[in-house]
């Protein structure tokens, strides 16, 4: 009995486990739209990392190398990992797409007061 607009929580523990979750794979596609068009744009979409994890790659070259890489990724306004990223690419390696883009937070210019 539902009263003062208070849930029933009276229920069975097998109706529970077959309920489906908010992450469950069962959610019909009627309810997926839903949920897209209750999203905010403004937010940025979800970054999901590759399947096989990742992990810190350190190496050590030589300083006029260090300085070539590190000039490249200036003047075209990413990383250096992206720049190696995308010429392991080049050479046949398989490099998952989110290796090859430029993730690094931006800082917020500071605002100016008004004139």
């Known amino acids: 009995m539902?009263?003062?607009?208070?849930k029933d929580i009276?229920?069975?523990?097998?109706a529970e486990a077959t309920r489906a979750?908010?992450?469950?794979p069962r959610l019909m596609a009627?309810?997926?739209r839903r949920?897209?068009?209750?999203a905010d744009p403004r937010q940025p979409p979800a970054?999901?990392?590759?399947?096989g994890g990742s992990t810190l790659l350190t190496m050590r070259v030589q300083i006029a190398l260090a300085d070539a890489i590190a000039d490249a990724a200036e003047a075209q306004g990413t990383t250096q990992k992206v720049i190696i990223?995308?010429?392991?690419?080049a050479a046949g390696f398989k490099v998952a797409q989110v290796d090859l883009e430029?993730?690094?937070?931006?800082?917020r210019p500071r605002g100016r007061a008004a004139a």
């Open 30 to 32: 009627d309810e997926l």
């Open 35 to 38: 949920l897209a068009e209750d």
């Open 47 to 51: 970054v999901m990392p590759p399947p």
């Open 102 to 107: 430029d993730r690094t937070p931006r800082r």
């Open 21 to 24: 979750s908010p992450l469950s």
């Open 2 to 6: 539902v009263t003062k607009g208070l």
């Open 10 to 14: 009276t229920f069975t523990a097998k």
């Open 85 to 89: 990223t995308r010429a392991l690419a």
